[in-house]
Nanobody, 117 residues
Framework: QVQLVESGGGLVQAGGSLRLSCAAS????????MGWYRQAPGKQRELVAR???????KYAESVKGRFTISRDNAKNTVYLQMNSLKPEDTAVYYC???????????WGQGTQVTVSS
């Protein structure tokens, strides 16, 4: 069983910063990638950023230059540093972990990020 625990969401004014963390625990083998999705009210869930094992980090165009994803492999933890936040960044942010020889996605419970104008 794999568990993902997120933290760091909250309310911030436009232009501010937040740092999200997601710690994975349990029977984790062969992590393929970790990252973050988000879902705003009435919209589909979208990829924010992902960091594969040994691959190229990927960002959504809307967050490039403002968000930075990083990973601590020793702690099985992924971070999302969010700077210059905009009201359109308001969403529930979900951490994910893709692991296993047969790839499988595990999801966190989500953390709310609200950016006020």
């Amino acid at each position: 069983q794999v568990q993902l625990v997120e933290s760091g969401g909250g309310l911030v004014q436009a232009g501010g910063s937040l740092r999200l963390s997601c710690a994975a625990s349990g029977s984790i083998f062969t992590i393929n990638s970790m990252g973050w999705y988000r879902q705003a009210p009435g919209k589909q869930r979208e990829l924010v950023a992902r960091i594969p094992s040994g691959g190229v980090t990927k960002y959504a165009e809307s967050v490039k230059g403002r968000f930075t994803i990083s990973r601590d492999n020793a702690k099985n933890t992924v971070y999302l540093q969010m700077n210059s936040l905009k009201p359109e960044d308001t969403a529930v942010y979900y951490c994910y972990l893709n692991a296993g020889w047969v790839p499988y996605d595990y999801w966190g419970q989500g953390t709310q990020v609200t950016v006020s104008s």
